[in-house]
């Protein structure tokens, strides 16, 4: 069987023709270029979305929120974007990381908010109870828990190595591993209803 | 290798990360077992499906406009702080532990008197004239982001310009930005249970115009140190 593509494979290389000619987009950006801004997104915001949306569990306004939160601060941090791996690479880490501590922001306010009795408010819990009797591979990784949606998002979609993984959820790599075997079993269960 | 042993190797045989020699026993055990033979079609159905998932998605045309509004609003906050007189520069420490503390003071003062009174504190949070605070909920949201927004820009600004303050400073301010955090989470979850309340959207635009202004004249001391 073929792998996917793997992003981490060649993560301390720059891809070849994707990060060539947008290298000096992202250069420019860096002097405060807004314009060459636009062509780093214009290069990258298919990608980062595709991942924003299937991370976020398939809601599009939050996909597209957090798409926007992250370019907001790849352009706050790009001074700190050195060339040392891919700019997608170093993009996608900053989606992951934004999502998480969106997520412990949410969680926490979340947590002073709402009754706990109210669970059906709570995010992920209208999509998780409809699971339709046969649905596609997309629906079926939405309908994930959160953590083992990131790793399987994130290893068997993007491509990412366990320990890298591991890194980025402040995890162990066999917590990373329990997290696909079970993403991968439910994704069995479901797809074959 | 017994049978359960090989089941917890199926996904790393599946993906390649199983190293030849354990992989060799693992693939006989599988020519043989019905049961572990389908789990590894299943896996590689699993991995095919996600390796055809489309790589790129188009987001919705407005994100760009949405985030370049954003960064135009970043550089405008930025412009607003300028470097300090060189006057500053020798009180600049000094400065920062009264300017710290005397807002945390008020912070504190806004946090442990919360609770029951909310219409006795509102007249004393005189920051900015009342005037000024949204009337409704709805307008309250539209300024809420862009506190929430200027708020975010100036504490990177100030993270990437900690190696100029003292640390006590550092702790001082922290602890600041804590109360006034505790302060805004307070107004936000009781104004969730009374969206209509006028002096709760008066109280919590109060505690960000603070963190507001707590972190602004930090920045634009340490800029001039």
């Keep these: 069987m073929t792998r996917p593509a793997l992003v981490s494979d060649k993560a301390d290389v720059p891809a070849e023709g994707v990060e060539g000619n947008g290298l000096d987009s992202v250069r420019r950006a860096q002097a405060g270029d807004v314009d060459a801004f636009q062509l780093v997104y214009n290069e990258h915001a298919g990608r980062a979305y595709a991942l924003c949306l299937r991370l976020v569990g398939g809601d599009t306004n939050d996909a597209t929120e957090l798409l926007q939160d992250v370019f907001i601060r790849a352009w706050r941090k790009l001074d700190t974007f050195r060339g040392d791996s891919a700019f997608s690479s170093w993009l996608h880490r900053l989606a992951v990381n934004t999502l998480l501590e969106n997520a412990r922001t949410e969680k926490r306010r979340t947590a002073r908010v709402l009754p706990m009795d109210d669970t059906s408010r709570l995010p992920g819990a209208a999509r998780a109870s409809g699971i339709e009797l046969k649905m596609d591979m997309e629906k079926a990784i939405a309908s994930l828990p959160k953590g083992a949606r990131l790793a399987f998002v994130l290893h068997d979609v993007e491509g990412y190595q366990h320990q890298e993984i591991a890194a980025q959820l402040s995890v162990s790599v066999g917590t990373v591993k329990a997290q696909l075997h079970r993403a991968r079993r439910l994704l069995r269960e479901r797809l074959e209803r | ?225």
């Design chain 2, 1 to 225: 290798m017994t049978h359960d042993v090989i089941r917890h190797l199926l996904d790393d045989y599946v993906t390649g990360e199983l190293t030849e020699d354990a992989r060799a026993p693992v693939a006989e055990h599988i020519d043989g077992c019905e049961l572990c033979s389908a789990e590894v079609e299943s896996l590689k159905e699993i991995l095919a499906r996600a390796s055809e998932l489309p790589r790129s998605i188009d987001p919705p045309a407005t994100a760009w406009s949405n985030i370049r509004h954003a960064i135009e609003h970043d550089a405008e906050v930025l412009r607003r702080v300028p470097a300090a007189k060189t006057w500053w520069r020798p009180f600049t420490a000094a400065a920062a532990v009264l300017l710290v503390a005397a807002v945390s003071s008020s912070a504190t003062y806004l946090y442990v008197t919360r609770d029951p009174g909310y219409h006795v504190l509102a007249p004393k949070i005189a920051i900015r004239p009342a005037a000024e605070t949204p009337a409704s909920l709805a307008a309250f949201t539209v300024e809420e982001n862009n506190y929430l927004r200027t708020a975010s820009i100036l504490q990177e600004l100030l993270d990437s310009q900690q190696g100029e303050l003292a640390p006590e400073t550092i702790a001082q301010l922290k602890a600041s930005l804590r109360t006034i955090d505790e302060a805004i989470l307070e107004a936000r979850n009781a104004l969730a249970r009374d969206p209509a309340n006028k002096i709760l959207i008066e109280m919590l635009s109060a505690s960000y115009r603070q963190k507001v202004d707590l972190l602004r004249r930090t920045t634009e001391m340490t800029r001039g140190s």
